[in-house]
Nanobody, 127 residues
Framework: QVQLVESGGGLVQPGGSLRLSCAASGFPLVNYAIRWFRQAPGKERGGVSCITGRDGSTYYADSVKGRFTISRDNSKNTVYLQMNSLKPEDTAVYYC????????????????????WGQGTQVTVSS
């Protein structure tokens, strides 16, 4: 049974850091792209970062480049999103989503293209 569980969200001051985790079960990470999305109230869900299945290539939205780092631990079947230098505009519910595939093309597209989603974890950046 495919399942994704996010954790690690919370309240942090601007400039602070959080590490989000996405624990996957029911499938191996090496066969799926794992992509982080976020959604703030009144805004569309948008991609934040992604890591490919085959070789762990990474991708980032321009708004988070240089601040966020996506990684994975295949032995734990877990993907991480290290978020540094957080800004108030990073406030959102963060979701991880999985799409079966091996390559970078699986790290792009509409949210509806991802079959599996976690429940989301709230990140609030505020002073």
């Amino acid at each position: 049974q495919v399942q994704l569980v996010e954790s690690g969200g919370g309240l942090v001051q601007p400039g602070g850091s959080l590490r989000l985790s996405c624990a996957a079960s029911g499938f191996p990470l090496v066969n799926y792209a794992i992509r982080w999305f976020r959604q703030a109230p009144g805004k569309e869900r948008g991609g934040v970062s992604c890591i490919t299945g085959r070789d762990g290539s990474t991708y980032y939205a321009d708004s988070v480049k240089g601040r966020f780092t996506i990684s994975r631990d295949n032995s734990k079947n877990t993907v991480y999103l290290q978020m540094n230098s957080l800004k108030p505009e990073d406030t959102a519910v963060y979701y991880c989503a999985a799409k079966q595939g091996l390559y970078g093309s699986d790290c792009f597209g509409r949210p509806s293209g991802y079959a599996y989603w976690g429940q989301g974890t709230q990140v609030t950046v505020s002073s």
